[in-house]
Every structure is written in C-alpha cells, then in structure tokens.
C-alpha cells in the first residue's frame, strides 16, 4: 500500500511588504489553522530596475524586523524562517541577513528595456520579438542561462520556479514544450547548476496553478524527471501571495512528484532543512 504524508510547510511566501494581499500574521494564523509546521517568508528583493512589486530596502528593513518579531510571538505554536527572493538584478541587500534565500529571474533585460516575463503573455512575446527575433528558444537559452549563472554564482538556497517563462504556456500557445532545442537549453542549465551547486534546491511550485490554471506544478514533468536523474533534491511550495493558497493542490503536486520519481522533498526549519517521507515513488 503507497502512503503519502501530507507536508504542511512553505518556504515560499509573499506578504503586503512586497505583492501579497495579507500581512504577515494573517498568514502566520491561517498557516497554524491549516495545520503548518513551519512557514517561511519570501519577500522579493529590492531590484536596481525599480517596480511596484518588489520591496524598497526601507521596507526590507522593515519586512526583516516584524518577520524576526513574530518568530519568537509564534514560536511554540510554529516555526517562522525570514528569507528573501531575490532576483539576478537584486539591489541594496545582503543575502547571509537573511535564514535562506530562493534565487529566481523574472525578468527579460537588454540595455536599459525590462520586460516582466510572468506579467501577461503579450509582455512575455513581446520580449521575446524585440530581443530575440520572436525565436521562443533563444529567449528561453537567454532565460535558462541568467538563471543558471545567477545560482551558480549567488548564495541561493532554493531554485524559484525554473521554467517560469511557461506560466503562459497553456495549450502550448507560446511555444512547443517538447522541442529538443528548447529542452537541451533547460538540461543545460540543470547540469550547469548542479555541478557547481548539488546542495541547492529546486522548488515543485503550485502557485500558477492558483493563479493562471496550469495543469501541474512547475517545474515540467520532464524537467522534473531530469532533476531526480541527476541526483537533485526539492521541496514543495505554493509561492503563495494570500491566504487561501498556502498549501494549494499541495496533495495533487505530491503525486505528481511521486510520479516522477522522487520518495521524498525538503522542508524548512529553524534548524536547517529536514526530509521527508511521502511514499513509495510510483
């Protein structure tokens, strides 16, 4: 008989300091009624191309005090880890200020011209015709390689949703998810990043399948296959930017995990990152 253990744990929060829609202790209390163990905050980083969604370093001092507050208020009824997103054009932050760190790439940028690549579809391919001639593939080479080197060369703990630019890629209206060049650009990026960093994490994130209707989490089957082929570990978030989504389509992301071979993800604590058993891999 398979047994799935239900991880009730997120290290992949946002909150009103950056683009989320509740404080920090309404998801502290809607974590504890959902039955967490530990929840860690994620607040996106200050960027040198400044945006609406991203916290000021005055709002990241301020995010760092209340989140290290509420450790210790909520400490015997859950854990509470302060940590950053940041982004490979982050700014006016130290990462070692922080309990760990999720590296991610939401941006397209050539020159001074930016394009937020999870904002819409029609941003997505309008970077993709101004920068790289409307070749979908050298956009995503372009994509998996800053990824790569930013990993590669930051402290990051946890790799942000890997194929982020498929958030709009349902039905594949983009772009074909099965092309072999499009695949070698993600394989690469996950060989260059585990041979120079096999300690970092790769996170199964659900948060588009809240927001946008994706089917499976991110990353990709394939892609997720790739990773356990290659030795690498996980952990299960829901990049979660309100309340209700804490632990979205936390138990269908766990069979998806399991069928792809992996018998168990990570989890964050106080204490550093812990495994867990969720069942024989189907």
Same mark, same amino acid.
């Given at each position: 008989m398979q047994v799935i253990i239900m991880l009730k744990s997120n290290c992949h929060t946002h909150t009103t300091y950056c683009d989320g829609k509740n404080s920090a202790r309404e998801m502290i209390e809607a974590a504890i009624s959902k039955g967490f163990i530990s929840l860690g905050f994620s607040g996106h980083s200050p960027m040198k191309n400044k945006n609406d969604w991203t916290m000021t370093e005055e709002k990241t001092k301020l995010y760092t005090e209340e989140i290290r507050?509420?450790?210790e208020e909520y400490s015997e009824?859950?854990?509470?880890?302060?940590?950053?997103?940041?982004?490979? $054009? &982050? +700014?006016? !932050?130290?990462?070692? $200020? &922080? +309990?760990? !760190?999720?590296?991610?790439v939401h941006q397209l940028k050539k020159d001074e011209t930016v394009y937020d690549i999870d904002y819409t579809a029609d941003m997505l391919k309008k970077a993709t015709d101004e920068f790289f001639g409307g070749s979908f593939n050298r956009m995503s080479?372009?994509?998996?390689?800053?990824?790569?080197?930013?990993?590669i060369n930051t402290k990051v703990d946890v790799v942000g949703h890997i194929d982020l630019i498929t958030k709009f890629n349902l039905d594949v209206a983009l772009f074909d998810e099965s092309d072999c060049e499009y695949r070698k650009n993600v394989f690469d990026a996950v060989d260059r990043i585990l041979e120079k960093r096999p300690d970092v994490f790769?996170?199964?994130?659900?948060?588009?399948?809240?927001?946008?209707?994706k089917k499976t989490p991110y990353?990709?089957?394939?892609?997720?296959?790739?990773?356990?082929e290659r030795g690498g570990k996980i952990t299960l978030t829901?990049?979660?930017?309100?309340?209700?989504?804490?632990?979205?389509a936390y138990e269908k992301a766990i069979g998806f995990i399991r069928k792809c071979g992996f018998d168990e993800i990570f989890y964050i604590t106080s204490d550093?990152?812990?495994?867990?058993n969720i069942g024989d891999a189907g």
């Open positions: 507050r509420l450790k009824r859950i854990d509470i880890l302060c940590g950053i997103e940041l982004d490979n $054009d &982050f +700014d006016g !932050v130290n990462p070692d $200020d &922080f +309990d760990y !760190v999720i590296g991610s080479k372009y994509y998996y390689d800053t990824l790569a080197d930013f990993i790769f996170e199964v994130n659900t948060g588009a399948m809240y927001r946008v209707g990353p990709a089957e394939f892609i997720l296959r790739y990773i356990k829901s990049d979660s930017h309100n309340t209700e989504s804490l632990d979205f550093g990152w812990k495994k867990i």
